[in-house]
């Protein structure tokens, strides 16, 4: 298995751009997280799906943020506009639900920097 | 409200001494409990994780960690560290209510050769 697949890696936008981050879960889970990570607040979790619907999204930090699962097997978080302080690494992790254990398994995560 | 505290930031260790790091969780109910590592520049992956069953619990590249209920700790241990180690080690819980979870801030272990 591949894994949990993000795109893109690495991403520089200006403050005001709109930024699209996507997110392929690992073939059969039906969670995805998605988590910011700065070094100011460490890890947060901003949102996660079950079977494509989302749960909870309070860890979003404002209407600037929203995130969509069209399907099983893709998402996206987008950020518009953006600003400089929504630089930070953004992970999605995905597990199975339906699992006795339920673990997540992170993906390499998109560097975002907003000048 | 549920919460995960570790409580050391940064640990500085020579190589081949003894690692402990601590982990304390305030859940109600069921609590799963977890360890990530990540390496500098990578994302995270799974150390172990406990779900029931035998307290210790014993992971990859020699790490274990130990579930104690009375103390609502599940301390990282490894017997002698090694300088590829050098990573942010995390805690991590969740309950049979849903499968969010809920991380520690972190803590930053250095290794010297």
């Known amino acids: 298995d591949a894994g949990v697949i993000q795109s893109p890696r690495h991403e520089v936008t200006e403050m005001g751009q709109e930024v699209t981050l996507r997110c392929k879960p690992i073939?059969?889970?039906?969670?995805l997280f998605w988590y910011r990570q700065t070094m100011m607040r460490g890890l947060e979790l901003l949102i996660y799906?079950?079977?494509?619907?989302?749960?909870?999204d309070s860890g979003m930090p404002e209407d600037r943020f929203s995130a969509k699962m069209p399907n099983a097997s893709f998402s996206t978080l987008k950020i518009q506009p953006s600003e400089p302080r929504d630089s930070a690494v953004y992970f999605c992790?995905?597990?199975?639900?339906?699992?006795?254990?339920?673990?997540?398994?992170f993906g390499p995560g998109t560097r975002l920097l907003v000048l | 409200a549920q919460s995960v505290s570790q409580h050391n930031h940064h640990v500085i260790l020579s190589e081949a001494a003894s690692l402990e790091l601590g982990c304390n969780y305030s859940?109600?109910?069921?609590?799963?409990l977890f360890w990530y590592v990540q390496y500098p520049g990578q994302h995270l992956q799974l150390l172990l994780k406990?779900?029931?069953?035998?307290?210790l619990v014993k992971g990859i590249k020699g790490f274990e960690a130990e579930f104690i209920k009375s103390k609502f700790s599940f301390n990282l241990r490894k017997p002698s560290v090694q300088w590829s180690d050098t990573a942010e080690y995390f805690c991590?819980?969740?309950?049979?209510?849903?499968?969010?979870?809920?991380f520690g801030g972190g803590t930053r272990l250095m290794v010297k050769p």
């Open positions: 992790a995905s597990s199975s639900y339906s699992d006795e254990e339920e673990t997540q398994y």
């Open positions: 073939s059969g889970h039906n969670s």
């Open positions: 799906f079950n079977n494509n619907v989302p749960i909870d």
């Open positions: 859940y109600g109910g069921t609590v799963n």
């Open positions: 406990y779900f029931s069953g035998d307290p």
């Open positions: 991590a819980a969740s309950n049979n209510a849903g499968n969010m979870l809920t």
